[in-house]
């Protein structure tokens, strides 16, 4: 059974870079039925998408956050990371990785990590 979790610092500090890294065991980044997503929610608020990479390394980003977004990953290490950078309070949130069988559509993640809070202060 596939299994992700999140890592990463729990606090950024306004205009700077949030980095996560989701691992990933139990099936493999590679394998071609899947996509790999972020996603966020914010306090009081619905899930958010963030973007998604394919197993071919293709990377999908959701039109508002785009200009401040890069999602990779690391083969040897079945991990894929986010990075959201200029973040600003707004920007707070716990946030996901998950895997997929289709972009964009929440119904068919079919498993998540655990979730990790960033909040974005000084």
């Known amino acids: 059974q596939v299994q992700l979790q999140e890592s990463g610092p729990g606090l950024v500090e306004p205009s700077q870079t949030l980095s996560l890294t989701c691992t990933v065991s139990g099936g493999s980044i590679l394998n071609t039925n899947y996509y790999w997503s972020w996603i966020r929610q914010p306090p009081g608020k619905g899930l958010e998408w963030i973007g998604y990479?394919?197993?071919?390394?293709?990377?999908y980003y959701f039109p508002s956050l785009k200009s401040r977004t890069s999602i990779s990953r690391d083969t040897s290490k079945n991990q894929f990371s986010l990075q959201l950078s200029s973040v600003t309070p707004e920007d707070t949130a716990v946030y996901y990785c998950a895997r997929g069988t289709t972009g964009w559509a929440f119904e068919d993640l079919d498993a998540w990590g655990q979730g990790t809070l960033v909040t974005v202060s000084s």
């Open positions: 990479i394919g197993s071919s390394g293709n990377t």
